[in-house]
């Protein structure tokens, strides 16, 4: 049986918060950007799986809890270009640049499929394998093009990426704040063994191969 991609939904937490905004509470939409033009509009980063939601939702917060309506969107040179309630040129909305744009969760819509899942719920994570043994806790979720990756923090190594299907990850235990993985053959230094070095008669390939 082919392996089926689980889904995840932005949008997703950011590495930082201000102090006015509860990261339990609430999930980022979108990072306000550079000034783009000269009334008021700005380019996001953005966080969420539909554009639409900046505009759907009602106001969002701001991360020292100022609130702020985005009232238009468009599309330039391929990105998010959006325009704010009370920000009437560039001046005014440079002063936003590098703020992040907040919903409280209570106003995120319901997920209809067991299987989907917002990013915001997996981070933080224990993740452990198909044995029970700890490997970390999920640091970030990415998508490079190919499918969302899963980020293991480990304490004692670096961090790795899994890819977010069935295959890889058969249980996602939001209850118990676990995350149970199976880990491909080979991903964190397994390998298969290089091939052994030919026999040229004096026995020292084999010995070294035993030895290694």
């Excluded at 900046?54 to 959006?82: F, Q």
């Excluded at 977010?164 to 063994?193: H, K, S, W, Y």
């Amino acid at each position: 049986m082919a392996d089926r991609p689980r889904k995840t939904r932005a949008p997703r937490a950011p590495v930082s918060t201000g102090p006015a905004v509860d990261p339990a509470a609430h999930v980022v939409l979108a990072e306000i950007g550079a000034a783009h033009g000269v009334r008021g509009a700005a380019k996001l980063r953005l966080f969420a799986e539909d554009p639409a939601s900046l505009t759907d939702c009602g106001p969002l917060v701001l991360s020292d809890g100022r609130t702020l309506a985005v009232t238009g969107l468009e599309t330039a040179g391929g990105k998010i270009v959006a325009r704010f309630e009370g920000v009437p040129d560039r001046t005014a909305v440079e002063t936003l640049r590098g703020e992040t744009l907040w919903l409280p969760r209570e106003r995120l819509p319901a997920l209809d499929d067991d299987d989907t899942f917002y990013h915001v719920d997996l981070l933080g994570l224990e993740v452990v394998d198909t044995d029970g043994e700890k490997l970390g806790t999920v640091k970030t979720i990415q998508d490079f093009g190919a499918g969302d990756l899963v980020e293991i923090d480990r304490a004692d190594a670096a961090s790795f990426f899994l890819p977010f299907t069935q295959a890889c990850v058969p249980e996602v235990d939001l209850a118990g704040r676990r995350l149970v993985v199976a880990i491909p053959p080979g991903l964190l230094g397994g390998g298969v063994p290089e091939e052994a070095p030919p026999d040229d008669g004096t026995g020292e390939g084999a010995d070294d191969e035993d030895r290694s």
